[in-house]
T-cell receptor, first 110, second 116 residues
């Protein structure tokens, strides 16, 4: 059971937009920054969003992040088949004194 | 941005020990906190441990407290994870990851597999 809650799967057609939610509590997302990672099969995770809505260099602006209260959202526009991957949210948890992750969301681009 | 490369994984009997290493290059290793994150086969990500840039603070996930020890040698740009009293549930790919703002990880190694 993950501390952060994500939907197990989402799907959308190429070119469309999708959002992935990440629900937490006041000790993690509510009081700290959220981050998002993309993991393609057989590879290490890749940072997409940090500090709720910042993109590292090289991450296209098709990827966006937002936070409201104890939830964070990852948005992906202009979906491509190459976006098919597992997506994870993460945040520091002040009560646990550690980083917590969501269980992951599998994105299928139909 | 830099690179991280893990080593030291392998097959070990329950109750045994293993020491993982993570060698950094291309960035000022001694200026950044580094984390260990693991992923069991076909499962999600689990944070394992963190060490501050100067080694002055260490944090552990409850499931490894008292069994795993994180350390670093800034003179050798290397991070370590000493794993003792290993259990079957510790079987996973272990990644080291460099911190960036907001407790996020912007550089990951390729991972090293530990099978117990």
């Amino acid at each position: 059971q993950s501390v952060l809650t994500q939907p197990p799967s989402v799907s959308a057609a190429p070119g469309q937009k999708v959002t992935i939610s990440c629900s937490g509590s006041s000790s993690n997302i509510g009081g700290n920054y959220a981050s998002w990672y993309q993991q393609l099969p057989g590879t290490a995770p890749k940072l997409l969003i940090y500090e709720n809505n910042k993109r590292p260099s090289g991450i296209p602006d098709r990827f966006s992040g937002s936070k409201s209260g104890t939830s964070a959202i990852l948005g992906i526009t202009g979906l491509q088949t190459g976006d098919e991957a597992d997506y994870y949210c993460g945040a520091w948890d002040s009560s646990l004194s550690g980083v917590v992750f969501g269980g992951g969301t599998k994105l299928t681009v139909l | 941005q830099g690179q991280l490369e893990e080593s030291g994984g392998g097959v070990v009997q329950p109750g045994g020990s293993l020491r993982l290493s993570c060698e950094a290059s291309g960035f000022a290793f001694s200026s950044y906190g580094i984390h260990w994150v693991r992923q069991a086969p076909d499962k999600g990500l689990d944070w394992v441990a963190y060490i501050r840039f100067d080694g002055s603070k260490k944090y552990y996930a409850d499931f490894v407290k008292g069994r795993f020890t994180i350390s670093r040698d800034n003179s050798k740009n290397t991070l370590f994870l000493q794993m003792n009293s290993l259990r079957a549930e510790d079987t996973a790919v272990y990644y080291c990851a460099k911190e960036v703002g907001g407790d996020a990880f912007d550089v990951w190694g390729q991972g090293t597999m530990v099978s117990v």
